[in-house]
């Protein structure tokens, strides 16, 4: 691992608190994980005048894959493959993506991180990956499931039919909570129909949740049950297109 620390000013104990708590939190990873450190730096006095800028820690992690043909893309690419939500999705919008573009806030208390089930969640994946059995991953982050599954269906153009309503139960939660919520410890996959009991299987092992959300489909569409139907141009359109309309 190596890193970037970009805070304000040190002298400021607020600062100060948060750069001791962004180190801890670094270590603390490193050593449940066990990813040894290769250096890094610290940036300070990133401000203008007592106004400094949010704590902005930089991480960057290298892995090696033994056979480059045989990486797990991050979109779906095959009709029929069920989707599987791995992991526990808690009421936790505080900081999130939704709040800040919905409310202009954000604030209140980040989520929760339990380090021994990351670790369980990484073994999983690379177990699963090894065998097969995982046609593709990605990683629930920023805005949640909304952005993911929005991320999955534009990558190689590949629609999906999602339904929540069991999530919601299972966790409960409301449909805002389980599609913009950014809990820790949550990945979306999709796993060929002839592979689920052997998946699902691994999860129940390694006592990671699993519960499927969906399939692929060749529609052009993504559905949420019970909510929207998106075509994905429809969705590529911001995807893409944001950035070049600010700046152009």
Request: net charge negative; with cysteine.
């Amino acid at each position: 691992m190596t890193n970037c620390l970009n805070f304000g000013s040190p002298e400021n104990p607020g600062v100060m608190w948060q750069f001791k708590q962004a180190t801890t939190g670094l270590a603390d990873a490193c050593l449940e994980l066990e990813i040894p450190v290769t250096g890094g730096n610290v940036s300070f006095y990133n401000q203008t005048g007592d106004v400094a800028i949010f704590p902005t820690p930089v991480v960057g992690v290298l892995g090696v894959i033994d056979d480059v043909a045989r990486r797990i893309p991050s979109g779906w690419q095959d009709e029929g493959n069920n989707i599987y939500l791995l992991g526990v999705t808690r009421d936790e919008l505080d900081g999130s993506v939704w709040s800040e573009v919905i409310h202009s806030h954000l604030g209140g208390q980040p989520p929760k991180v339990d380090l021994g089930y990351e670790r369980r969640l990484a073994e999983l994946l690379h177990g699963a990956s090894l065998q097969g059995l995982i046609a593709s991953a990605t990683d629930l982050s920023e805005a949640g499931l909304a952005q993911a599954l929005t991320e999955s269906v534009l990558r190689f153009n590949m629609g999906a039919r999602v339904w929540i309503t069991e999530l919601c139960e299972r966790d409960g939660l409301d449909r805002t909570s389980a599609l913009f919520s950014e809990s820790t410890g949550r990945v979306l996959v999709s796993v060929g129909r002839e592979d689920d009991v052997k998946f699902v299987g691994l999860c129940d092992a390694r006592n990671i949740p699993v519960l499927r959300i969906g399939v692929t489909d060749n529609t052009g569409e993504l559905e949420i049950q019970d909510l929207a139907i998106w075509q994905l141009d429809e969705l590529r359109t911001p995807w893409v297109n944001t950035l070049p309309d600010l700046f152009g």
